[in-house]
């Protein structure tokens, strides 16, 4: 089992950032890829980004590329998504996933354990 526990959401207007984090628990950390989802009202819950599980790789979304950075500390047991020029359309609760799928999985169904999520707002 790996607990996840997402933080740092919030309201921000549009061209601000803002910083997610996951804390995990539980099994070992290192063996598992990392990914952020996220979902608005109404909307299926869609891929953010992901990294390896060890940080040499990570993918995007096309539509946060060059906004969103991922990036995880083994060490700490952690996943950050630095989120810049944040647009209205980035509003959603934004998951944290973890994969035991090697390679740099995308799809939902690719990640086992889910946190609760955070909300992220973002004003216009």
């Known amino acids: 089992q790996v607990q996840l526990v997402e933080s740092g959401g919030g309201f921000m207007q549009a061209g601000g950032s803002l910083r997610l984090s996951c804390a995990a628990s539980?099994?070992?950390?290192?063996?598992?890829?990392m990914g952020w989802f996220r979902q608005a009202p109404g909307k299926e819950r869609e891929f953010v980004a992901a990294v390896t599980w060890s940080g040499g790789n990570t993918y995007y979304a096309d539509s946060v590329k060059g906004r969103f950075t991922i990036s995880r500390d083994n060490a700490k047991s952690t996943v950050s998504l630095r989120m810049n020029s944040l647009k209205p359309e980035d509003t959603a609760v934004y998951y944290c996933a973890a994969s035991a799928v090697r390679g740099i999985p995308t799809m939902k169904n690719h990640y086992e354990y889910w946190g609760q999520g955070t909300q992220v707002t973002v004003s216009s």
């Open positions: 539980g099994r070992t950390f290192r063996s598992y890829a």
